[in-house]
């Protein structure tokens, strides 16, 4: 199995920049993909952006696209989360996640991704 495992998240204000990090351990030779999901208080976990383990390619939320950027370091097993002109609608858990089965399910769908990290707290004041 893979293991995730976040961190990077704090208290930024509105227009400020984060990065979070996700180390996978484990039987990484099984992933597919890398990602990033949220969940803000009382709403259902949406999907942040994701990236193939193998090609590289990127997928991103329209309410993300151009603030955020998703990508890796093979080496140490790792994809980043650089968040840049924070929105206190950026606020939420994010959850790092992973796909380790071959699938026809779109990326963007939780679904897909069978391993996850425990979260990590991104607040954005205003």
């Known amino acids: 199995q893979v293991q995730l495992v976040e961190s990077g998240g704090g208290l930024v204000q509105t227009g400020g920049s984060l990065r979070l990090s996700c180390v996978a351990s484990g039987r990484t030779f099984t992933l597919y993909a890398m990602g990033w999901f949220r969940q803000a208080p009382g709403k259902e976990r949406e999907f942040v952006t994701t990236?193939?383990?193998?090609?590289?390619?990127?997928v991103y939320a329209d309410s993300v696209k151009g603030r955020f950027t998703t990508f890796r370091d093979n080496a140490k097993n790792t994809i980043y989360l650089q968040m840049n002109s924070l929105k206190p609608e950026d606020t939420a858990v994010y959850y790092c996640a992973a796909n380790t089965r071959r699938s026809g399910i779109p990326v963007t769908s939780r679904i897909l991704y069978d391993r996850w990290g425990q979260g990590t707290q991104v607040t954005v004041s205003s």
């Open positions: 990236r193939s383990w193998t090609s590289g390619a990127t």
